[in-house]
C-alpha cells in the first residue's frame, strides 16, 4: 500500500522545493530555477491524477496560476535555446535575445513570490484529503492511463500528442515516488516510458518555437526545423508501436 504518511511528506518536500525555486526565481534570472519550479508542480499533478481516480478533488487549483506565468519565459528561453542550436547568429542578435529573455525574466521575478502562500493552500488541500492507496489502486491507475497513450498519438493531433506526454510525465514521476517494493509490483518499464516521454518533449519544444521563430528567421531555415519536428515525430510512432509489450514486464511477480 502507498501509504499516506508517504504521500504527505512527499508533498511537504514538493512544498519546499517550489517555494526554494520561487525565491531563486525573485533574485536571479537563471533559467534552471524555472524548470525545477515547473517539475516540482507537474509532480503534485502526477499525484493528483492519481488520488482524482477516487478523491473528485482538486488539489492543485491555487498553483496552476504560478504554472502559468512562468510558462510565457520559459517559451522564450525554450525558443531561443532552439534558434541557437541550429543556426549561427551574430554577436549582436546573440545579445538582443538574451536581453529580451532577461526583460521578461525580470518582470515575472517582480511579482513571482505573490505566488507563495498558494503552496501552503495546495499543501493543505493535499494532507487533508489524503488517505492510503491500495495496490490494486495502483495497478488499475497505470494500466488504465498506459491504455490511452497509444490511442492519443495515433489522432495525428498535436493536444492529443502532448496529452499523452503529460500523462507519460505523471506516471513517470507517480513511480519514482513510490517506494521501491511497490515498483516492482507494478513491473512498468520506467526507462522506455522516460525516453518516449523525453522524445515527444523534444518535438512539442520545435512545435512550440515555430510561431516564435517564424518572426526571427527565413522560410530556408523554417524548413530546418520542420522536417527535424516530422523527423522526432516519426520516431515517436516508431517508438509507440507495440506499446503495450514495451511499456510493461510480464517477469513473475
Known amino acids: 500500500m502507498l501509504t499516506a504518511k508517504h504521500q504527505k511528506k512527499y508533498i511537504r518536500k514538493l512544498e519546499r522545493e517550489a517555494i526554494d525555486q520561487l525565491k531563486a526565481i525573485a533574485h536571479s534570472t537563471d533559467e534552471e530555477s524555472i524548470h525545477r519550479f ?10 493528483q491524477s492519481l488520488l ?3 478523491k473528485k478533488k482538486n488539489f492543485i487549483r491555487p ?29 549582436r ?3 538582443k535575445r538574451k536581453s529580451e529573455f532577461e526583460a521578461e525574466y525580470r518582470k515575472l521575478a517582480r511579482h513571482i513570490l505573490e505566488y507563495k502562500p498558494c503552496f501552503a493552500k495546495t499543501k493543505k488541500k493535499f494532507t487533508r484529503q489524503i488517505g492510503g ?21 495515433v489522432r495525428n493531433d498535436i493536444e492529443a500528442i502532448h496529452e ?20 516492482r509490483k507494478l513491473n512498468i518499464r520506467i526507462k522506455y516510458i522516460d ?22 528567421i527565413g522560410e530556408k531555415q523554417l524548413i ?25 514486464q510480464y517477469a513473475e511477480q
Do not use: C
Open 38 to 47: 515547473r517539475i516540482a508542480i507537474k509532480k503534485m499533478k502526477a499525484l
Open 52 to 54: 482524482k481516480d477516487f
Open 63 to 91: 498553483v496552476k496560476k504560478a504554472f502559468k506565468a512562468t510558462g510565457g519565459v520559459r517559451d522564450i528561453g525554450n525558443a531561443n535555446a532552439i534558434e541557437l542550436d541550429h543556426f549561427k547568429l551574430s554577436t
Open 93 to 95: 542578435t546573440s545579445q
Open 133 to 153: 492507496v491500495h495496490m490494486k489502486m495502483l495497478k488499475n491507475h497505470f494500466g488504465k492511463e498506459l491504455a490511452k497513450i497509444p490511442r492519443l498519438i
Open 164 to 183: 499523452s506526454r503529460k500523462k507519460l510525465k505523471n506516471l513517470f514521476y507517480l513511480h519514482n515516488m513510490l517506494p521501491e517494493p511497490l515498483q
Open 195 to 216: 525516453d518516449l516521454q523525453d522524445k515527444i518533449g523534444k518535438w512539442h519544444d520545435l512545435v512550440q518555437a515555430e510561431p516564435m521563430l517564424k518572426k526571427r
Open 224 to 248: 530546418v526545423i520542420r522536417s527535424e519536428k516530422q523527423s522526432f515525430l516519426d520516431e515517436i510512432r516508431n517508438m509507440t508501436s507495440g506499446f503495450r509489450s514495451k511499456s510493461v
